[in-house]
């Protein structure tokens, strides 16, 4: 099996800074696209960023210059910094990960449970 695990979240004013992390564990023999979706009371889900593991990275329009996600493969690990927060960006913020399992190099897409981030205007 394959876990994500997620931290990080909470409660922040308007202007203000937090920083997701989500590692990864489990039988893992690579891991493609992770990334983070964001899902607010009464929307879908919605793509905030991705982080190829060949290619560029992916921002969502609302998110470009205040948001920046960084990976770190040595520790299966995708961060989220957001900066200048709006009330608009209160959401459970879900960590995403393309898993190629270890042993039968199977094709996984896996969930975090998800973190609550609020942001007070």
């Known amino acids: 099996q394959v876990h994500l695990v997620e931290s990080g979240g909470g409660l922040v004013q308007a202007g203000g800074s937090l920083r997701l992390s989500c590692a990864a564990s489990g039988s893992i023999a690579h891991i493609n696209t992770m990334g983070w979706y964001r899902q607010a009371p009464g929307k879908q889900r919605e793509l905030v960023a991705s982080f190829p593991n060949v290619g560029s990275t992916n921002y969502a329009d609302s998110v470009k210059g205040r948001f920046t996600i960084s990976r770190d493969n040595t520790e299966n690990t995708v961060y989220l910094q957001m900066n200048s927060l709006k009330p608009e960006d209160t959401a459970v913020y879900y960590c995403?990960?393309?898993?190629?399992?270890?042993?039968?190099?199977?094709?996984?897409?896996?969930w975090g449970q998800g973190t609550l981030v609020t942001v007070s205007s």
């Open positions: 995403n990960a393309e898993v190629v399992r270890a042993g039968n190099y199977r094709y996984l897409d896996v």
